[in-house]
């Protein structure tokens, strides 16, 4: 079982390596990055969305606006526009035996997995996480999202501006902000369900497991829980394995 989630329904705002722009979750992330202590998931997660998307409305404008340094190219660099705020509920944890987690995954996942490739650069933010995570020469996600520093099932609000310009947009984002940490990962997104299970193999940390269960508009916290706490009995994660925070964070720890 997992932790109980009643105990940490005081923190769901972001902090730390954050991100402070638009997003959607690719098939495999919003994840990795943890915030600070904030809002409950109670009704207090309400208000916490609803000023969580006037913060990414009020940072789009800016960017369609030209405030943003680099002469004009954060124009050029997003190509689409700022997607919903969305929810999941997630765990992250170490994992001592990759291959036999990967089969466990298998049995239960619904399909075949993708194996992707990410290099998230993380910038720093007055609340939440954002980064932008490069998949390919001309396709990344800017990604900002807000997720409690807990070792149990972590509630997280996240949105996504695809690009097909990253290194351009991750040119514009250094000058105005500078960076923080690059993760970069392998990762393998199995589907089962509506709960996306990521196996990555981290660059300088090793192999981690992430589970997040996507939150539609009718769904609960406390379904999403129960789910979390069945899938991590099948797929043998133990509740000692869990951890708080994000790569990013775990990378500084590292680099001291």
Do not use: W
Request: some cysteine; glycine content about 12%; hydrophobic content about 40%.
């Amino acid at each position: 079982m997992v932790p109980d989630l009643q105990a940490e329904e005081g923190a769901e705002a972001g902090g730390g390596a954050a991100e402070d722009v638009l997003g959607q979750a690719p098939a495999g992330d919003e994840d990795e990055d943890a915030g600070q202590g904030g809002a409950g998931l109670g009704g207090g997660d309400v208000v916490e969305e609803r000023r969580f998307e006037e913060e990414g409305i009020r940072v789009r404008q800016d960017v369609q606006a030209g405030s943003l340094p680099a002469g004009g190219v954060e124009k050029a660099a997003i190509s689409a526009t700022m997607s919903p705020v969305r929810r999941n509920l997630e765990i992250k944890a170490r994992v001592r035996d990759a291959g036999a987690l990967a089969s466990r995954a298998a049995a239960v996942a619904g399909g075949p997995p993708e194996v992707l490739r990410q290099e998230d650069t993380f910038y720093p933010v007055r609340e939440g996480r954002l980064k932008l995570r490069v998949l390919a020469e001309n396709r990344g996600e800017l990604i900002y999202y807000r997720r409690a520093d807990v070792r149990g099932p972590k509630a997280s609000s996240y949105a996504i501006a695809p690009t097909d310009r990253p290194q351009a947009l991750g040119a514009v984002l250094e000058a105005a902000l500078g960076s923080r940490t690059v993760v970069r990962k392998r990762r393998t997104v199995f589907l089962a369900g509506r709960t996306r299970i990521h196996l990555d193999e981290v660059q300088d940390l090793g192999s981690f497991v992430e589970l997040e269960c996507v939150l539609g508009p009718g769904d609960t916290l406390k379904d999403a829980e129960a789910e979390l706490s069945e899938l991590m009995d099948r797929l043998g994660v133990a509740e000692a394995d869990l951890i708080e925070g994000a790569y990013a964070d775990l990378l500084a720890a590292e680099r001291g």
